[in-house]
């Protein structure tokens, strides 16, 4: 309680965003276009430990009192600027030809400032009460893009389409000699429906495509902007000792991750429309995936630099259907999507290498594995005659181990990513009154909390608060199935060690988003009051999550933030609950 009264860490995020376009036409079927947004986001955050309770205690040394107070000013600073020139034209009815050219700026400034005291004179959440600086620091990180597109656009008779697009693009995060890439893609589709007329079909379309696009997988991670250049930054040994040292190693040859994706589709469409789906296959593969390469560690700090280490592949199917099975004064309205993908690391530049990533370790990829998939030793339970947790020795699953030493670390065929996802809504409408329910569900994918073994220790450290429900559910010699091992002051079994006993399946089905609303026909007191109509709504988004693993006690679409995108995929880090309203 006293935690929660006096403790706390908070923040607030200011958002401004704004965009201006325009559009001239100054010769016939030839037109000028121009786009300008910028967005500008101002980050405070603070965290402060009471010097008298819990962690801030803690901080206490010698004479010295306890707290700590922790402070971050973060602005972000982006824009861009398109300017394109387009010639478009219809004609002999049976030929629509689109041709565009153009290019593109985009600039982003990235600036934070951040500093720790420690030893507060007075418990105050202040920087000026800290008797001890632990750190302070100043960063300022700006990168840049450049590009240039083309595309064209070629309809015959509203039958055949045939479109290309080739752009080259060239971003300062990459060495100095990669950092243009040229990328294209053609794709057409055949109106089957139009070219037969005498089908059952209102709709039938054949689509395909082929294109190659460059990816900097960093980019919304602000401290990758110089990734290709060495970088010294200052600090402090001890409280005044001023020192430099190396933050980022840098790569010169950094160059560009490139997706190749093909993609084959049909839709159908039957009974006017009343009916139709959308079925598209495609593979993607990466080459010079772009991920952290390890520093020998004989060579200090940093421990890692980012290069482009192999290739890997996803597959996958994706669908939609759309139904409206009552039309008139009761509508109704369904609509489903389902998509399957499966993964594969294909090839890095050492084949044998097992590369650790994403969270506290617990995942890692290598050659014909998933991609961060779960790779640590097998929990085996209780040992139900002593209490003891025991590990499987290694995959096979023969044999049993108390010391999670002798355990090896097995693959687990499972990563955070969802294989299967899936959405269904319905529509229900009468009169003015509409209903709207919404169901979305990811299935066959793993999550981890990256606190739990601090939460359940098992006795390891007697200063950390317990859950209840591993307390209650721990072995005793009259609780021998217990799903916990024994709990024992001080225990140095290392049954809290990462293995799978803290992996969850996060298969589950959520209620995404339910609306009731009633729009009024335009009555006299709306056409009096100059609105064209009226509608009044209650929506919930959120309100109810099913989960499949009965052992789940956090949010199954919780990521962390602290390790960015994939890194931070399927880990709870104390990560804010997903929103309900």
């Given amino acids: 309680v006293a935690v929660l009264e006096n403790d706390f860490a908070k923040g607030n995020i200011r958002t401004y965003l704004s965009s201006i376009n325009g559009e001239l036409q100054f010769v016939k079927n030839v037109y000028l276009y121009t786009l300008f947004g910028l967005q500008y986001q101002d980050m405070t955050e603070k965290t402060y430990w009471d010097p008298a309770i819990a962690d801030g205690r803690a901080q206490a040394s010698g004479d ?95 039958k055949y389409t045939v479109s290309g697009q080739l752009r080259y693009d060239s971003n300062s995060t990459l060495g100095h000699k990669n950092r243009g890439g040229l990328f294209w893609s053609v794709g057409g589709s055949w109106n089957i429906g139009k070219e037969f007329m005498n089908t059952p079909f209102s709709q039938l379309v054949l689509r395909a495509n082929y294109g190659e696009i460059g990816n900097i997988p960093y980019a919304d991670q602000a401290s990758r902007a110089f990734a290709s250049l060495p970088i010294l930054s200052s600090g402090f040994y001890g409280q005044t000792t001023p020192v430099i040292n190396i933050s980022e190693a840098g790569n010169p040859d950094l160059s560009w991750e490139v997706s190749k994706q093909w993609n084959f589709g049909l839709d159908v469409g039957i009974l006017k429309d009343r009916l139709s789906f959308s079925l598209d296959l495609y593979n993607k593969k990466t080459t010079s995936a772009i991920w952290n390469s390890a520093i020998s560690a004989e060579n200090g700090s940093p421990a890692t630099f980012q290069s482009n280490i192999g290739e890997l592949t996803n597959k996958g199917i994706e669908l939609t259907f759309n139904g409206r099975p009552f039309v008139g004064d009761f509508n109704w309205g369904v609509y489903g999507n389902f998509a399957y993908n499966k993964n594969e690391i294909t090839k890095l530049d050492d084949p044998d290498a097992i590369i650790r990533g994403g969270g506290n370790g617990l995942k890692a990829f290598a050659v014909g594995r998933e991609f961060l998939e779960y790779y640590i030793p097998l929990w085996a339970g209780v040992d139900p005659a002593t209490g003891a947790g025991l590990y499987w020795t290694d995959g096979t699953k023969t044999a049993t181990t108390t010391d999670r030493g002798l355990a090896k670390s097995v693959w687990m065929g499972k990563s955070s990513f969802p294989k299967y996802t899936a959405g269904f809504k319905n529509d229900f409408s009468y009169k003015g009154f509409s209903l709207s329910v919404f ?53 140095t079994s290392g049954s809290d060690g990462l293995s799978s006993r803290w992996i969850r399946k996060g298969d589950h089905i959520r209620l995404k988003e339910l609306k009731v609303a009633y729009t009024f026909k335009t009555p006299s007191f709306v056409k009096n009051s100059g609105l064209e109509g009226l509608t009044i709504y209650m929506k919930g988004v959120n309100l109810w999550v099913y989960t499949f693993d009965k052992q789940l006690d956090f949010d199954p679409e919780s990521n962390s933030n602290a390790y960015g995108g994939a890194a931070g995929k399927g880990a709870y880090d104390y990560t804010s609950p997903i929103m309900k309203s």
């Avoid at 600073?77 to 629509?96: A, I």
């Avoid at 317990?466 to 091992?485: C, E, G, I, K, V």
Wanted: no cysteine.
């Fill in 439 to 491: 169901f979305t569900g990811q299935f066959d994918y793993y999550v981890n909390n990256m606190w739990q073994n601090f939460v359940s220790g098992d006795g390891v450290n007697m200063g950390r608060n317990q859950l209840t429900s591993a307390l209650y559910d721990s072995w005793t010699p009259d609780h021998r199935d217990a799903l916990n091992p024994i709990q024992k002051a001080g225990n």
């Fill in 64 to 158: 010295l009192n306890g707290g700590l107070v922790a402070a971050a000013d973060t602005r972000a600073f982006d824009w861009n600027w398109q300017n394109s020139l387009s010639y478009r034209n219809k004609f002999n009815n049976r030929h629509d030809l689109q041709v565009w050219g153009g290019v593109e700026y985009q600039e982003h400034k990235w600036n934070n400032t951040y500093a720790v005291v420690r030893h507060l004179s007075k418990p105050k959440p202040f920087l000026g009460f800290g008797a001890t600086r632990d750190e302070s620091s100043e960063a300022l990180y700006k990168w840049t893009q450049i590009s240039y597109f083309s595309r064209v656009n070629y309809v015959l008779d509203d």
